[in-house]
């Protein structure tokens, strides 16, 4: 297993982290065994962090890792939750939400603690809660060895939160696909030139780049490395970065962990070639390709006025399109879509974009392709 360092502390940590929000069901509820078994056997192939969340598998996730950290687990990682800031209402929820935290995790501290989602929006929420100096406090009792956030936003927005307090540690949504998204990868190198770990969640995009990918991306990758796994070469690119400290992984099933064991027994800073890099961007620039939208998220032709999540759709099904996989458009089309476009126009008063095609003849054109 490769190790790298916390700047700041020296701890030790793994380069790989097993995230618990994707833990084996059975018969729609957690499998117990499966997950508590998964965990342990990260642990023993030499994983020492372990990310939860409060909210995570419906509030189950932290008690079943409380569970699979007992009979001397624990003292073996470093665990790190979040708090779950869209519950907070008033400050004092902030001590109480934390308490209820270390019970199902069975602990009197965790190791990092993260203010959970961050975006503009919560962010302002958090200050006016006084979160700052709450995480700060938590630190300074040791019930809370690192503090940061997890972060799903704009450039700017991590910025001004990333240099708003003396965070130990961030969260970022982090893949080949998103060097210049969310965070990107400029603030990856901003966090780590101010001595803040990063913590990689979404290496895989959710499993989207390992799930499906289209010809043209996979004779990519066999014509520069025959028979290297997608997940392999995902996980190389954030390895060969010397800003990234942790890059979690959502695994499900023992199989997914001997693989990323074997990837990160192998793979550290340098482990890509100049003719890899080039492999990499070449990919990159074969899934834009394929985008046929290009929509950003956003949200200012929200909300419409019949009620149309037009960001969710398009971007689900720009995605579709990316990853050759349109069973999930149609899955996201069932839950999103339910009112009709009558042609207003009111989104393309208010969108920046200046698409080719206009939005409304966009939706208007999948509404009758998901009824075809």
Not at 38 to 44: G, M, N, V, W
Not at 354 to 369: D, M
């Amino acid at each position: 297993m490769l190790y790298r360092t916390f700047p700041g502390d020296g701890q030790r940590v793994s380069a790989l982290g097993i995230g618990c929000m994707r833990l084996a069901q059975k018969d729609g509820a957690v499998d117990r065994p499966a997950a508590i078994s998964l965990i342990r056997q990260a642990i023993d192939g030499g994983v020492n962090y372990v990310d939860t969340a409060y909210g995570y598998h419906g509030g189950e996730s932290e008690r079943i890792v409380g569970e699979a950290l007992q009979d001397g687990y624990r003292e073996r990682v470093l665990l790190a939750t979040k708090l779950p800031v869209w519950l907070v209402e008033k400050p004092e929820d902030m001590e109480r939400l934390f308490c209820e935290q270390l019970e199902k995790l069975r602990t009197d501290h965790v190791d990092v603690y993260l203010l959970h989602a961050l975006d503009k929006a919560r962010f302002e929420k958090m200050l006016e809660m006084g979160a700052l100096d709450f995480m700060r406090r938590l630190r300074s009792e040791g019930r809370a060895r690192r503090i940061g956030f997890s972060f799903h936003d704009e450039a700017d927005v991590f910025r001004r939160i990333l240099t708003a307090c003396d965070w130990d540690v961030c969260q970022v949504q982090m893949n080949l696909l998103d060097e210049h998204r969310q965070a990107t990868m400029d603030g990856v190198r901003l966090a780590a030139e101010r001595g803040v770990g990063v913590i990689v969640m979404e290496p895989l995009r959710g499993g989207a780049l390992t799930k499906t990918a289209p010809e043209a991306v996979d004779a990519l990758y066999n014509a520069c490395v025959p028979g290297r796994s997608r997940a392999d070469w995902a996980f190389r690119y954030l390895l060969d970065r010397p800003e990234v400290t942790v890059i979690l992984s959502g695994m499900t099933y023992p199989e997914q962990l001997e693989e990323n064991l074997r990837i990160f027994d192998v793979a550290d800073v340098g482990c890509l070639s100049a003719e890899e890099k080039e492999t990499l961007a070449r990919v990159r620039e074969a899934y834009e390709a394929r985008t046929p939208i290009g929509c950003t998220g956003c949200g200012y032709c929200q909300p419409c006025p019949q009620g149309v999540k037009i960001p969710e759709i398009f971007q689900a099904y720009d995605r579709a399109a990316m990853f050759d996989d349109p069973d999930s458009f149609r899955a996201v089309y069932a839950r999103e879509q339910r009112p009709d476009c009558v042609g207003c126009l009111a989104c393309e008063a208010a969108c920046p974009q200046h698409f080719a095609v206009p939005i409304h003849e966009r939706i208007q054109a999948i509404a009758a392709q998901m009824r075809a």
